[in-house]
């Protein structure tokens, strides 16, 4: 069966639109044509379709974050391939999602070197991070499952979540998979907005930090 569906690349002005009974095959084709709007986010979920557009204090705080994991993994020794938010899918689970962060930790030395991932082959990101700033109709959870990512931080309200995947599903834990009994829950102090401080500052603060409890 064909689905056609009266969306063009001029009107992706919208924040947040939800389709019902977009078909796998019509999900992809939307992934092509709105390839070139990269601030456009498309999140499937066995025939569920919802597309956002990300404000800019989603965007600041994703950045932030993304910078301080990568500076994390630089400080603790560990290699790190970022893939910020390229979208991830499973045709046999039917979902399909572009995180706000990606990162490759403890597989990076077997997507090293590659442009493109392929999950049919690849594992997925070791990580992934959502900014929680706005409401979802979709169960992002339920996404990452399908996809099997193992661990998914969650930013809201000023804290960060870790969740770790399990047979069951997604839980709450204290510790993360990627950096062990490292504190990776007060990086959120560091993503609080200081009119008296420029990023950078932030960021060396943030690493005299990082150091003091490698020490420790």
């Known amino acids: 069966m064909t689905q ?6 001029a ?18 084709k939307l992934l092509d044509v709105f390839a070139e709007h990269p601030k456009l ?13 990300p404000l800019s204090d989603h965007e600041r705080y994703s950045w932030t974050l993304g ?3 990568a500076a994390l993994s630089e400080e603790l ?20 999602k572009e995180a706000d962060e990606s990162f490759y930790i403890q597989n990076e030395a077997l997507v090293r070197g590659k442009l493109k991932i392929d999950l049919t082959v690849a594992p997925p990101p070791d990580l992934t991070i959502e900014i929680d700033t706005t409401h979802s109709s979709i169960d992002k ?19 960060i979540t870790i969740n770790i995947l399990t047979d069951a599903g997604y839980v709450e834990a204290q510790n993360s998979l990627v950096f062990g009994s490292f504190p990776v829950k007060e990086l959120a102090r ?18 005299e930090w990082v150091r003091s409890k490698i020490v420790q």
Request: aromatic share 10%; charged share 25%.
């Open 4 to 9: 056609t569906i009266a969306l063009s690349t």
């Open 11 to 28: 009107e992706i002005t919208v924040s947040h639109l939800v389709l019902n009974d977009i078909s796998w095959e019509m999900y992809e």
């Open 41 to 53: 986010r498309m999140t499937y979920y066995k025939g569920t379709l919802e597309l956002m557009t």
């Open 67 to 69: 910078r301080l994991v």
């Open 77 to 96: 020794g560990l290699e790190i391939l970022g893939v910020k938010s390229t979208t991830w899918r499973s045709e046999p689970n039917a979902v399909g």
């Open 141 to 159: 959870m339920a996404v990452y499952a399908g996809l099997k990512v193992p661990e998914v931080w969650r930013f809201k309200n000023g804290k």
């Open 190 to 207: 560091f993503m609080q907005l200081d009119p008296q401080k420029g990023e950078n500052a932030r960021l060396r603060e943030f690493r």
